[in-house]
């Protein structure tokens, strides 16, 4: 399990469990004024609406788990909406009469909303991928990072395709070399002995010293 969806599992069992707590405190009210509200463990105003949407919000999260592009969806998301109620918290506390979400649920909102944002967002950034079916994805890595034989080469094959590797070979460029001919087993005037292209070799003799 990566990162992404390990933080999206985390936050929705915290959700379901504020969401349960919240609504053995609240009952169903419906205040919405912070400072009239009942308060999760004497801190944070909740209500009934409040408590909905907390259950909501762990059960999209605990499913999303069981996936990193819907994790990512679910801590980007939830994330911009708890930043959104954070800054609405300093205008609106009372959430034009619905959600108290003033007092101490705004730090409370932003600190959730930065962690799950900035989760999502990174998660976003550390892969490249392109969907190539349902369900599946296939990473693209920069040339640097390719594998020797997949790395773009120019060659024979030309630009931009690496040549086959052969035996023993690594998938790079590979220049022949052409034999030299061999050496034939008679020819004109060789008598027997080797020649090139049917002529005879030509050999040198070094000069022996002469006699004193």
């Given at each position: 399990m990566t990162t992404v969806q390990r933080v999206a599992q985390v936050f929705g069992w915290v959700f379901v469990v504020v969401a349960i707590w919240g609504a053995v405190i609240t009952g169903t009210s419906m205040e919405a004024d912070p400072d009239l509200a009942p308060r999760l463990w004497g801190l944070f105003p909740v209500n009934f609406l409040h408590?909905?949407?907390?259950?909501?919000?762990?059960?999209w999260g605990i499913r999303a788990a069981g996936s990193v592009d819907?994790?990512?969806?679910?801590?980007?998301?939830?994330?911009?909406?708890?930043?959104?109620?954070?800054?609405?918290?300093l205008f609106l506390p009372d959430g034009l009469g619905f959600l108290p979400i003033g007092g101490s649920d705004i730090w409370l909102h932003a600190a959730a909303g930065v962690a799950l944002f900035g989760t999502g967002a990174a998660a976003s950034s550390a892969v490249t991928a392109t969907r190539v079916a349902p369900g599946r994805t296939r990473t693209v890595l920069p040339p640097d990072r390719l594998p020797q034989q997949e790395r773009p080469t120019t060659g024979p094959a030309g630009p931009g395709l690496a040549e086959p590797a052969g035996e023993g070979g690594t998938g790079t460029d590979a220049t022949l070399e052409e034999e030299?001919?061999?050496?034939?087993?008679?020819?004109?005037?060789g008598g027997g002995k080797g020649a090139v292209g049917g002529r005879a070799p030509v050999t040198s003799r070094r000069p022996e010293p002469s006699d004193p």
């Open positions: 408590n909905l949407v907390h259950l909501l919000l762990g059960i819907d994790a990512r969806t679910f801590t980007v998301v939830a994330g911009t909406l708890y930043i959104v109620l954070a800054v609405l918290g030299p001919p061999e050496k034939g087993a008679g020819g004109k005037g």
